[in-house]
T-cell receptor
């Protein structure tokens, strides 16, 4: 399966600042996704990162708060904007190389803490 | 809308005991896919198995086995002779057909603690 590198692995940020998380894959993939995992909770899909076009956001998530880029088939970024303590979570990127019958493979995640 | 329910939030066993994780799903799709993922304390999410809705054959892989029953919308997972390294949070997940965008719906997760 694809090797997924996510940076940074963790960060501690100040309230009101923004952080950009990078997801790099070692091969071209069909789809890339961004998830949020709040402390002790399950994973919630933020958006599907579309190559060369605007991301598709899930209900409850908006582009102004979580802008996403995907300039090519191997790279995507998620920015968490104007952070508050409620944004403290693990953010995970996942990829799939085929249809919905193919498993999504996940990066190691970015552990984000907001002071 | 899709929904995945893992009723067990935490299971604690002693090493070598078997442990079964329950997963019940809801979907209107006739074609769908089910997955189990493992999240050890280090945090990464590891893919374990995938099942198609049209394939009800159950499977055994080493100490892991899966029981898919479409009639009861259940996709249960058993670890036989558990080991300390099996301690993790296990997530059941569901995706619909490609037209739905490959999106995964996760259950709430079951934390498994295997004590030596």
């Amino acid at each position: 399966s694809a090797v997924i590198s996510q940076k940074p692995s963790r960060d501690i940020c100040q309230r009101g600042t923004s952080l950009t998380i990078q997801c790099q894959v070692d091969s071209q993939v069909t789809m890339m996704f961004w998830y949020r995992q709040q402390p002790g909770q399950s994973l919630t899909l933020i958006a599907t990162a579309n190559q060369g076009s605007e991301a598709t956001y899930e209900s409850g998530f908006v582009i102004d708060k979580f802008p996403i880029s995907r300039p090519n088939l191997t790279f995507s970024t998620l920015t968490v904007s104007n952070m508050s303590p409620e944004d403290s979570s693990i953010y995970l990127c996942s990829v799939t190389t085929g249809g919905s019958n193919q498993p999504q493979h996940f990066g190691d995640g970015t552990r984000l803490s907001i002071l | 809308a899709q929904k995945v329910t893992q009723a067990q939030t935490e299971i604690s066993v002693v090493e070598k005991e078997d442990v079964t994780l329950d997963c019940v799903y809801e979907t209107r799709d006739t074609t769908y896919y089910l997955f189990w993922y493992k999240q050890p304390p280090s945090g990464e999410l590891v893919f374990l198995i995938r099942r198609n809705s049209f394939d009800e054959q159950n499977e055994i892989s080493g100490r892991y086995s899966w029981n898919f029953q479409k009639s009861t919308s259940s996709f249960n997972f058993t670890i036989t002779a558990s080991q300390v390294v099996d301690s993790a949070v296990y997530f059941c997940a569901l995706s619909g057909p490609r037209a739905a965008g490959n999106k995964l719906t996760f259950g709430g997760g079951t934390r498994v603690l295997v004590k030596p």
